[in-house]
């Protein structure tokens, strides 16, 4: 197989998945001993240092998505298909990443405490599973372009939010829960009437035919052969709450365990 870094995924031959390929294995290994170790040594970061750092990380994050939009857009215009409305719009779930660390690193008030719940709840859960399940492997090898934004940015997204957590910078709180779905709330404003518009190839936010989902894409085949597909839409939705609700009761009872090890530790050595 013969190909360069920025190839497109059809100028690509004989190739067929890189999912969890030894070196896709290894860098999910890298990616959570290195994003937990991070954390870690500079859990006593100044919080205006680290405010800073998320000034810096946003900005860096809307350079590199119009970088993927652009290249991607270049290419399929290159091959006859046009600007790609159904599926290139920043518009999934992921997406929702760039805009809330946009608002938590510039913003002020309960916007910005909003942002700051989604990046530490559904924003890193979701950045987590990328990282695992990494779609764009699929269609990229994994000394591509094409891959490495994929991986880099479910891996930006799962680091970022444990690093505001053990940081200190966010704590985790159960009023987190609909706190992030606010979020999700206002981006599916926009995704669903996209999806609906364009009859759902890109299902944005997986909020139209939950594709590659088990149980959800059975659920919005059958409510939508029925014509009732927005039932599914609001079920879809709706399933990010108790999503938020599990990252929350992890990170308090982990915080609770080490809160009660560090304790013990302070204690023997008195």
Avoid at 161 to 173: H, Q, S, W
Avoid at 244 to 255: F, P, W
Wanted: with cysteine; glycine share 10%.
């Amino acid at each position: 197989m013969d190909y360069h870094f920025f190839d497109y995924k059809h100028d690509i031959s004989g190739f067929e998945s890189d999912l969890f390929s030894v070196p896709h294995i290894v860098f999910i290994a890298l990616v959570y001993v290195l994003g937990i170790l991070v954390s870690f040594l500079f859990r006593k970061a100044r919080h205006e240092r680290i405010g800073v750092g998320l000034k810096v990380l946003s900005i860096w994050m809307v350079v590199f998505e119009i970088t993927k939009i652009t290249w991607e857009s270049v290419h399929d215009i290159n091959h006859g298909y046009g600007f790609n409305y159904e599926g290139i719009l920043p518009l999934y779930t992921c997406s929702l990443f760039i805009y809330a660390l946009l608002v938590a690193a510039w913003g002020k008030g309960k916007p910005r405490e909003f942002c700051l719940s989604f990046l530490t709840t559904i924003g890193m859960l979701y950045g987590a599973i990328g990282v695992v399940y990494c779609n764009g492997l699929n269609f990229y090898p994994f000394w591509t372009f094409g891959a490495f934004y994929s991986m880099f940015f479910h891996a930006t997204m799962f680091v970022t939010g444990v690093f505001l957590l053990m940081t200190g910078y966010k704590k985790a709180e159960w009023r987190d829960v609909y706190r992030s779905f606010v979020p999700i709330v206002l981006l599916a404003c926009v995704a669903v009437p996209v999806n609906y518009y364009l009859n759902g190839p890109a299902d944005y936010m997986l909020l139209y035919s939950g594709s590659g989902v088990p149980f959800y894409q059975d659920i919005a085949q059958d409510l939508g052969a029925k014509g009732l597909r927005f039932i599914y839409t609001i079920l879809m939705l709706v399933t990010h709450l108790p999503l938020a609700a599990l990252v929350v009761g992890i990170t308090k009872l982990i915080g609770r365990i080490f809160g009660k090890k560090a304790g013990a530790a302070a204690n023997a050595q008195e």
